[in-house]
């Protein structure tokens, strides 16, 4: 897959994409886990939502937040990082102007970054939120949230209670319109270190369903 280097506020942004197959391909953006906790576009999280997309046709980039590998700049505190991903998604947008859906994908401090990108970004049709940081930021600003999703986290998570994921579950699923899944993996930590193939056949299995038109 290619390197790709943008223009970003900050300075160059590294990224890395791949084409879809067909001149309406959709397209997903991949966003790593916290910078500041080494966090980067090729952690085998980030990495494998990459290739989940990518294998079923999207138009997928992933990238680093300005400081980050050959990124420039510096940590911004989640500002900076999401004028990132709106560099990044307008990147994207432009390569594919007749893109028939947009999904964003995020991971930890990536996942909170997709959520506030897709309040911003109303095109959205989905999002996969890998154990989102529902303890450490305030997930209030989804009000109301314009996509259906789905978020997953583990029930071992000792960074991320999984009763604060829930709260946030519960919270979106009042909302009429859209559809919220939840899959909490059992024994699943937060790194994921042993439990890559359940995010392969969860996230997989649920961007199958939805692609088909079984879930809304």
């Known amino acids: 897959m290619p390197e790709v280097i943008l223009a970003g506020a900050a300075g160059r942004i590294e990224a890395r994409y791949t084409a879809g197959k067909t001149d309406n391909a959709p397209i997903a953006l991949i966003l790593h886990p916290h910078p500041k906790a080494g966090g980067h576009m090729n952690n085998p999280v980030t990495a494998q939502l ?50 028939s859906q947009f999904w964003v994908a995020g991971y930890n401090f990536g996942a909170y970054i997709g959520m506030q990108l897709l309040m911003r970004r109303p095109e959205t049709d989905g999002f996969i939120s890998v154990s989102p940081p529902a303890n450490a930021y305030d997930f209030s600003f989804l009000a109301p949230c314009p996509a259906s999703g789905l978020f997953i986290n583990g029930s071992a ?58 879930l809304e």
């Not at 997928?60 to 999401?82: H, M, P, T, Y």
């Not at 559809?179 to 909490?184: F, P, R």
């Open 50 to 99: 990459f290739h989940l997309f990518m294998t079923r046709g999207f138009s997928v980039l992933r990238f680093n937040f300005r400081g980050v590998g050959k990124s420039q700049g510096e940590f911004d505190a989640g500002i900076g990082e999401l004028a990132d991903a709106a560099t990044a998604l307008d990147w994207l947008q432009a390569k594919n102007p007749t893109a």
């Open 157 to 214: 998570d000792s960074v991320v209670p999984p009763t604060e994921v829930e709260r946030v579950v519960a919270k979106l699923r009042t909302q009429k319109g859209i559809t919220i899944a939840h899959e909490v993996v059992e024994g699943a930590g937060h790194f994921w270190t042993e439990h890559l193939p359940e995010i392969e056949g969860r996230v997989g299995g649920y961007l199958d369903r939805r692609l088909a038109g079984e």
